[in-house]
């Protein structure tokens, strides 16, 4: 007999093999799916509008607008495969109306100065190392900061990187991005492709045996929250009072090329944004290129203006 937990386990298979989606997104997607089974008691009930409907407002009453939204889109494309599959008549999202006003959060940024701050402190620990274990530890620490950084890639991508998605010889990175989208993003500066030939040099053999470019002391994947509080450490000891997160790089990586006049569509592209109107709300952001372009190049400058 078919149930709407078996049509999520066929979608979550789909979703692994054919679509190729991430653990991550897999796992989103299965807590999102499982959750609206727990909602209904009958499979008939399950795939009815009304049902949807009331549990969309249940998800709006329980949870922040970003987390609804995630929500909403995981259900839509479940329909969507539900529908694609002949498995049901009609798609109750086609006549629901799921928009609503998300409030519009900038992205929070670091300050150029505060970069600067947080990689000089990462290379003064590194030449005060007392022991082989502490020097160990910074090489893989710079090498994370600096890729990080220099690439603007989210968290989850960095910690998914394998060996083969770092070319030393032609300086290039492969990141698998959401969907399943790659890209090829360029080395270019020496300190960065320093870092990472002084990695992969002291960690060859951990890097071998674990099939992930990033490696933790058990010689295990190195996990997001290793990275985070990573972050939170380095951030202590440079003295920088604002809180810093892995994402808060990425942000001020698309920022801070906006503010050295790069296109914004080629920032699009190394972000991995499928969409411009994503990667545009930077341009919010950029309040030191707004400064530069009022002070500097407003037209009013150029008025001679009789103030007899």
Known sequence: MNTLDNYITEYLEYCEYRKRLDSK????????LKQYDTFFC??????????LDSFITTLHK?????????????LKAF???LEYKDLLAENPFNKLDVHFREAKLLPKTIPFHSIQKFLSVLYEQKSHASSEYQLRCY????????????TGMRISELCSLKPTDIDL???TVLIYGKGAKERILQLGNPDVLSALIS??????????????????????KLSDQSVRFMIKHYAELAGIEQHITPHMFRHSFATLLLEQDVDIRYIQKMLGH????????????????????LINKHPRNLMEVNKC
């Open 274 to 293: 499928s969409s411009i109107s994503t990667t545009e709300i930077y341009t919010h952001v950029s309040n030191n290129k707004q400064k530069d372009i």
């Open 25 to 32: 997104s897999l796992k989103a997607y299965r807590i999102d």
């Open 79 to 81: 329909f969507h495969y």
């Open 169 to 171: 010889e032609n300086n």
């Open 199 to 220: 990695y992969q040099d002291t960690f060859k053999n951990e890097i071998n045996y674990c099939g992930y470019f990033f490696v933790n002391k058990l010689k295990h």
């Open 42 to 51: 009958n499979l008939q009930e399950g795939l009815s509008r009304n049902t």
């Open 62 to 74: 329980q949870y922040k607008p970003k987390t609804v939204k995630r929500k909403i889109a995981s």
């Open 139 to 150: 090489i893989r620490d710079i090498a994370v900061i600096e890729l990080l950084f220099a």
